[in-house]
């Protein structure tokens, strides 16, 4: 049986690609363009992996929603990518490799996300 | 775990600027990346996705062209300006936005033609900006039965020519309210792929309109919608 991905992104634009490639590979795969409605399938369906924006409608959503998600245990096992143009070079004040032990996600990757590299983060962490 | 995580935004506008156009980019270089990496087959796939691209590319070159509009207006002798009608100038606009409005169900009530000569003196060019960006975030910002209106109100005795762009979409939220004249801001409401739009749009308004010697004042209720109200001083023509 195929895995579910959950993409969360409020850009239709990179949704629209992330599907495309998670397609392809044989993933079943869910959207929402928003933290609420990516509860709402969090919690209507089995999903075995998150490719999640931490800056979700420029709120930083996406870390709240990362947070709130492993601090429940019926969600707390699912790996996210977190996917994020922000950094250094940007000015907020994040940095994964100092900051990343308060936030478990399971990988950082910094967009524009090369999607032969996103395949290879996946196929690692669902094995 | 911490409760507070340490994300913190510099408000420096370039910062934001450089945020804000870094977006579109990524999504233009994951559009082509899909084709590239061959993860496309299908070509009518293949160019939805690169009509998608571009579209996102022609956002951006808009962005640049506010950047460089609102740097122009610092200059007050680079902006060549003539005597204009402006109930010309607003149906240019509303004629450019009506298919927009139709494909979303909005509609946008046709200008009465004023009984009084509307002339004012201005860069025509700048002016049509004004009303377009009014407008097109009238459309954005409405809702399927949605309406928008422009009046113009005959002057009283201090000769100037009031305007007003009435809406009844989803309105401003109070804070978004309190900076929507500020540079690079939007609204909550606002999601990133409707344009290219980089949040100069009002500010850039607003800096136009000063720079006729007018004023703009945005007065909106959440759910009811939004009322912009320009005033600009009226010209009698080539021999005032």
Redesign the interface.
């Known amino acids: 049986m195929s895995k579910t991905i959950l993409v969360v992104d ?5 949704i ?3 599907k ?2 998670l397609e ?1 590979d044989n993933y079943q795969v869910l959207t929402a ?1 928003n933290i609420d409605v990516a509860w709402e399938l969090l919690e209507k369906h089995h999903v075995d992996l998150i490719i999640l924006d931490v800056m979700i ?1 420029k ?2 959503d996406g ?1 709240n929603f990362a ?1 709130k998600m ?2 429940d245990s019926r969600y707390s096992a699912i790996p996210i990518i977190l996917a994020t ?2 950094n250094q070079r ?5 940095d994964p490799g100092v ?1 990343g032990d ?3 996600v399971e990988k950082f990757m910094e ?6 590299d996103l395949m290879m983060v996946i196929r690692g962490l669902l094995k | ?2 409760k507070n ?6 408000q ?1 506008p370039l ?1 934001i600027m ?2 804000d156009i ?2 579109p ?7 082509l ?2 084709i590239e ?1 061959g ?2 087959q299908d070509i009518e ?1 293949s160019k939805e ?1 690169v009509a ?2 571009r579209k ?1 590319a022609i956002g951006l070159v808009q962005m640049v062209d506010d950047i460089l509009d609102y740097t122009l207006l610092s200059d007050k002798n680079s902006v060549k300006k003539e005597y204009l009608v402006l109930s010309e100038i607003i149906t240019e606009s509303i004629n450019t936005f009506s298919p927009l409005a139709s494909r979303r169900g909005v509609s946008i009530s046709p200008l009465e033609k004023p009984g009084f000569p509307c002339m004012v003196y201005g860069n025509r060019t700048f002016l049509i900006r004004v009303f377009n960006n009014i407008i097109m975030n009238a459309i954005k910002y409405n809702r399927e039965g949605g309406n928008i209106a422009v009046s113009i109100i005959p002057p009283g005795d201090e000769k100037k020519i009031k305007i007003i762009i009435k809406d009844t979409g989803i309105g401003i939220d109070e804070d978004d309210l309190k900076r929507v004249f500020q540079i690079f801001q939007r609204g ?1 409401k606002a ?3 409707i344009d290219g739009s980089i949040g100069l749009g009002m500010s850039l308004v607003k800096q136009i309109i000063s720079g006729h010697e007018g004023t703009i004042d945005i007065q909106s209720t959440l759910n009811k919608g939004t009322t912009v109200t320009l005033i600009l001083p009226l010209k009698g023509g080539k021999n005032e």
Do not use: G
């Open positions: 409020d850009d239709v634009d990179v629209e690609s992330r495309i490639i392809h363009t409608n709120d930083s870390f947070q492993k601090a143009a922000v940007t000015k907020f004040k994040f900051d308060f936030l478990p967009k524009p996300i090369d999607p032969d | 775990m911490r995580h340490v994300l913190v935004k510099d420096h910062t450089a945020h870094k977006a980019l990524t999504a233009i270089v994951d559009l990346a899909v990496k993860y496309v796939k996705l998608r691209a996102r909550k999601r990133k792929n």
